[in-house]
């Protein structure tokens, strides 16, 4: 049995070599179709895995609450000098720290607009006085050197940490742990670098746009120097801001109270601020989010990626039946000779199954160069899961017996004594 | 040489025809291509079977080779009844007992002489042992055992027939059906196969040829004439094997 499959497949690879160039042609439907599926999977999984990579670092159990400028204070200009007041309070920071339940940490930041310079190398990164257990709650890796410490916040000294990206800007060609580094107009000692990472929002979609240059140094350091008040110099108009806290990052003990305490943060903050001037990012439903969105875009795939493997389907029964037609009269000999109507349906079936398997091999050789195309060009991380070009081919296979049937039918039903006459 | 008795009594009943007829309906009208007609093939016979158009001689061969059915009477080949059997017995049946030449050879074009001459056995679920050396043999006996490699396109018309007429021999059938098989073919060409034919009548293979032309008619033993789906004439000819004294009369082709 298995000897006259195997002999019915050579067979049908010789009749499709007959018709080289149009058996080529039909292949390419599901060769497209495979491959555009394993390519679209791999890609969509590279993405959704680096954004869920980005969400799980800003650490799965936090709650971020942070100030942002409540837009239409802007539409009040004109004096030279006036003073906004936005965004989080100490009260608020107080308020978390007492009252919500099943926190383990909380660290508030404070951002300063500030300029760092080493000798004529500037940079305008994200100054954040923190507290040193920061590192701990953000998941921040230290490079070299240490990150900030509980001496350095009671010393109130001038000391920074830098991050890679900000430490090769300025010291390209050295180390910079116990340098000086002036930020705004004073010098900090640098005692540490981390590594760097991007800042992420509320919007998953532009996580990782942004950059990180940052500097961190002790919040009481910041705090006496640089106090509530910034100043921003903007066309022309001094403009002052007033801005108790950034940032605060909450930690939450238990993953599973995330939402609770993300909801009570909600709760607390609409009563107290009079303006939106904040928002809340919960790593974990954005997590969640990430998620129901890759699930969303697999099925958008998944349609298309159905509908170019059916018109590919399509193709090969097409040229299945024309081929019937057309080999009416081998039809005719066959069933003379002694071929019952199982045996053709098998040949035509085998045919057909070879030409989509063909065009699923390829296609599957296809989708994999693909992401690593992608890869390379466009530096686009993408994931090959191994059971995609299986699930792939396993269709391709489905197409053939599936578009095959019909075509094949078709031939074993004729009349062998008309087929036998057709010219 | 052929010394089979004149009247066709004392051998075996290879293929027999009782009260068979077949009827198709074209538009308002019925055609009888077989009426009412009995028949017995026996076994190392040699019919030519002759007629004008429409005389039924076709249906008659379709009938025999089991590729159409009767729309009455019994039709047994080796004395079992084929009309209770399936399509598929049908086509085992052709696979094991029945061997096909066809005016323009119908050789598969994808397959070379040695696959063509084993598609018979192709379809039979078990191969018999050494099939393969048996379709060599019959190359070597039909004059192509060097071209075995050979695609049908690389063959002249009287070669491809030879290697039809090995595929029929393949499964060494009870019988074998020739239609119009020297039709394609020059004169020279035919007489060639005309003599492998009777070679075959002589070493007692049982033979039905449907032919239009009055030479290869007269060259088979026998002679059955058929007129409006009845036989008009039964002639012996009692032709030897070594073939007619007749002139060679150029076959042209033409649909039986």
């Known amino acids: 049995m298995r000897g006259t499959l195997m002999r019915t497949v050579r067979l049908g690879v010789g009749s499709l070599m007959l018709h080289k160039l149009r058996s080529m042609l039909t292949t390419l439907g599901v060769l497209f179709g495979v491959s555009s599926v394993i390519a679209m999977l791999a890609i969509g999984e590279g993405a959704s895995k680096k954004a869920q990579d980005q969400i799980r670092a800003l650490g799965s159990q936090n709650v971020i609450l942070r100030s942002i400028k409540p837009r239409e204070d802007f539409a009040t200009g004109g004096q030279a000098t006036r003073v906004v007041s936005y965004g989080l309070l100490n009260d608020d920071l107080a308020r978390v720290e007492k009252t919500f339940p099943g926190v383990r940490r909380v660290v508030p930041v404070r951002e300063i607009p500030l300029e760092v310079r080493n000798q004529d190398r500037a940079l305008n990164p994200r100054v954040m006085s923190t507290l040193p257990i920061y590192r701990d709650v953000t998941g921040r890796v230290v490079s070299e050197g240490r990150f900030l410490s509980d001496s350095d916040e009671q010393a109130v000294a001038n000391v920074c940490v830098l991050s890679d990206e900000v430490a090769r800007y300025l010291y390209p060609f050295q180390s910079p742990i116990g340098e000086k580094v002036k930020i705004g107009a004073d010098y900090y000692v640098v005692v540490g670098t981390t590594l760097s990472r991007k800042r992420l929002g509320s919007d998953p979609a532009m996580a990782g746009e942004v950059s990180a240059a940052e500097v961190f140094i002790p919040l009481e350091t910041g705090r006496k120097w640089y106090g509530d008040l910034q100043v921003k110099i903007r066309a022309g108009s001094r403009e002052m801001e007033e801005v108790q806290l950034h940032e605060i990052v909450i930690e939450v003990a238990a993953a599973e109270n995330v939402p609770m305490v ?78 019952k109507r199982r045996h053709i349906v098998t040949q035509f079936l085998v045919e057909t199954v070879v030409l989509s398997v063909g065009g699923g091999v390829l296609g599957v050789i296809l989708g994999l160069v693909i992401p690593q195309y992608v890869e390379y060009a466009y530096d686009m991380p993408t994931i090959v899961t191994p059971l995609n070009p299986l699930i792939a081919f396993g269709i391709s296979v489905g197409i053939g017996i599936v578009f095959g049937l019909y075509p094949a039918w078709r031939a074993a039903n004729m009349d062998p004594v008309e087929a036998l006459r057709h010219e | 040489m052929s010394s089979r008795p004149l009247v066709h009594t004392a051998a075996e009943p290879v293929a027999d025809l009782e009260h068979v007829s077949r009827v198709y309906r074209m538009g308002q009208t019925d055609v009888r291509a077989l009426d009412d007609f009995s028949f017995t093939f026996r076994q190392g016979e040699y019919w030519a079977v002759m007629g004008s158009s429409g005389s039924g001689k076709s249906t008659l061969l379709n009938i025999l080779g089991c590729l159409d059915r009767p729309n009455s009477g019994t039709y047994r080949v080796r004395g079992e009844d084929t009309q209770g059997l399936s399509d598929d017995d049908l086509s085992e049946l052709r696979s094991r007992h029945l061997g096909f030449v066809f005016q323009n050879y119908n050789l598969l074009p994808q397959l070379n002489v040695l696959e063509n001459i084993l598609v018979p056995i192709f379809y039979q679920d078990v191969p018999p042992p050494g099939i393969e050396e048996r379709a060599k043999e019959l190359a070597r006996r039909v004059g192509l055992g060097t071209r075995l ?105 033409g649909a039986g």
């Open chain 1, 262 to 339: 993300a909801a009570a943060a909600r709760e607390m903050l609409s009563r107290n601020h009079r303006q939106r001037d904040y928002e809340i990012v919960v790593p974990l439903e954005l997590l969640l989010q990430a998620e129901e969105t890759k699930r969303t875009f697999n099925i958008v795939l998944g349609s298309i990626a159905s509908i170019s493997l059916l018109v590919g389907g399509i193709g090969i029964m097409n040229v299945m039946l024309a081929t019937v037609t057309e080999r009416t009269r081998e039809i005719g000999i066959r069933r003379a000779l002694g071929a």
């Open chain 2, 149 to 253: 490699e050979h695609r049908p396109t690389e063959l002249s018309g009287g070669q491809q027939q030879r290697v039809a007429i090995a595929r029929a021999l393949i499964n060494d059938p009870a019988l074998i059906l020739a239609d119009e098989a020297t039709g394609n073919l020059d004169s020279t060409t035919a007489q060639e196969i005309l003599a492998l034919l009777d070679e075959l009548h002589a070493e007692g293979k049982t033979i039905v040829l449907v032919t239009h032309e009055p030479e290869v008619g007269k060259r088979a033993q026998h002679l059955l004439r058929l007129k409006d789906g009845r036989i008009e004439e039964v002639r012996h000819n009692r032709a030897p094997s070594g073939g007619p004294s007749s002139s060679n009369t150029a076959g042209t082709g």
